[in-house]
């Protein structure tokens, strides 16, 4: 269910929901799993010390971080980091976190590396999700970002017949449904560029995602398949889906040794967790930890 709050973005609440189980698991989705993973593998450097998983959901591209010696799993849904928990097992790698992507509550220039997958699609401000990631990121860290491109070739065809009203080649968002968007690969190329990104590699995913040819077309061929047009992104981007692989300049440095978190209300480094709360000496805002989750939704207390 979208919540609506004062003064910043709406927000697509995945809370209690089962997206997991219905969309990947009983959706037949294995097709674009699978092409998933060979762009992840393409683009994401093999190794590195700390990775943040940008609206991480159930954990289901973590596994494909192994080379990074510990992943932070960032989600505004604390029943979807629950499912993380549960499906990646106990492991002193994994750092589960409760927070919305446009407060998030690290201090800058603390990662090396930053993936989101399958999240741009709810930013009702894009360009100001991707610029709280970016103060996160350290000199020369790399975002791997994907996003739904609403200049893609059914769009294309729909709009030419006369069956879709809005216009794919129009840079702007479209909200096709409510808390859904599609977005033009200029548009994400110019906000990635206006915040110091360089962009370093594109690759289309996804060019079969057509019911008929997932059908009837063996799995291992339609992956094999798009795994070979993928490189075609370098060039031309017409899929669904889009994944891009850019480089932080050297604009933030990086993060001092020892420091994490910062609250999310007023920017101050904050302390280690002392039983179950972070408390801010700041603003006076308390933050929790409960189940292994820290949670930077809402703080538990204010002055
Ligand atoms: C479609 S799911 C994708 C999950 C995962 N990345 C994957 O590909 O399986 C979108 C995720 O984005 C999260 N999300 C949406 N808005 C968010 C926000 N403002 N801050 C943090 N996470 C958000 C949702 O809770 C949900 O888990």
Redesign the pocket.
């Known amino acids: 269910m979208p919540s609506e709050r004062q003064s910043v973005?709406r927000?697509?609440?995945?809370?209690g929901?089962d997206?997991?189980q219905r969309?990947?698991e009983q959706g037949e989705r294995q097709y674009e799993d699978q092409t998933?993973a060979i762009a992840i593998r393409r683009l994401l450097p093999k190794s590195g010390k700390l990775l943040l998983?940008?609206?991480?959901?159930?954990?289901?591209?973590t596994p494909r971080y192994q080379g990074y010696e510990r992943v932070v799993l960032?989600?505004?849904?604390t029943t979807?980091l629950a499912q993380a928990q549960e499906f990646l097992g106990d492991s002193e790698r994994y750092i589960y976190v409760?927070?919305?992507?446009?407060r998030l509550p690290f201090v800058d220039g603390l990662f090396d590396a930053a993936?989101?997958?399958?999240?741009l699609?709810?930013?009702t401000d894009a360009p100001k999700?991707l610029a709280q990631i970016r103060q996160t990121l350290g000199p020369k860290a790399i975002f791997l970002l994907?996003y739904a491109n609403k200049l893609n070739f059914k769009a294309i065809a729909r709009y030419l017949l006369g069956r879709q009203a809005w216009s794919p080649f129009q840079h702007e968002p479209v909200e096709f449904i409510e808390?859904n968007f599609n977005f033009h690969p200029r548009a994400v190329r110019g906000w990635l560029h206006s915040l110091g990104f360089a962009i370093q590699r594109q690759i289309t995913v996804s060019h079969f995602r057509v019911g008929w040819l997932k059908r009837n077309v063996p799995l291992r061929l339609l992956v094999a398949l798009d795994a070979l047009f993928q490189y075609s992104g370098a060039f031309w981007q017409l899929t669904p889906s889009v994944f891009v692989r850019a480089q932080a300049n050297n604009k933030v440095p990086a993060a001092e040794a020892g420091s994490f978190f910062k609250c999310p209300s007023c920017g101050a480094a904050l302390p280690e967790v002392r039983k179950n709360y972070l408390d801010c000496g700041e603003c006076d805002s308390r933050w929790g930890f409960e189940n292994g989750i820290y949670n930077f939704k809402e703080p538990q207390k204010s002055s």
């Open positions: 973005p927000i697509c609440d995945y809370e929901s997206y997991q969309f990947w998933e998983e940008v609206g991480a959901g159930a954990g289901r591209n960032m989600d505004y849904s979807q409760a927070a919305d992507v446009y993936t989101m997958i399958r999240v699609h709810h930013m999700a994907e808390l």
